[in-house]
């Protein structure tokens, strides 16, 4: 007999102030390391208040800050296009693999699957593909762990045919994440 604990502890949480750091790998050995940044929450996009708004610096090793808008709850991770207005699900738990959804039309637009669960739907990876033109571009695939969000991504469809592979640091190799709740670590 074997017993096992489940934890409804949340897929993401984001807390304004929050840093965390990733290393991006490009198949052509080139890396270097991006930094993301929780800064404010409450934000009002898309027709709702509950978005954070993310900065990411050096994503594309330029210098540069990009900023996003998301929101997480317990089950789905949503992106707000400030520039259409439109919120788009990158993120579904709970739900069987090969599940799927997809915005636009089988000419122009992005499709997502699930097509990995481990750990009792602990870990998650989401496949991405946009369409253009009727072709499916090259896949992203978006790994997530509960209780740390997005954890690893690879690009394939990337313009200079170099793709990548970005890792969160913590979350790597033998490297132990630990978290202590409510202790200030």
Known sequence: LIATAVTAA???QFRPGHVFKSTKNKSDGTSWV???TVVAGSQNVCGRDDYYRVDTYNYDNDGQTE???????E??????NTGSGV?????E??????YGWSYGTDTDGVRFQIVGQWNFGNRIVVRRYEIQGGVNKP????HFQRGFGLVKETDQWVPDNAPWTEHRHGFRGRTMYANFTGYGL
């Open 34 to 36: 991006v930094t993301t």
């Open 87 to 91: 919120e788009i699900k990158f993120l």
């Open 67 to 73: 900023t996003d808008y998301i929101r997480v709850t």
């Open 75 to 80: 089950t789905e991770g949503w992106n707000c």
């Open 10 to 12: 949340p897929f993401w």
């Open 93 to 98: 738990v709970g739900k069987p693999e090969g």
């Open 139 to 142: 896949p992203v695939f978006m």
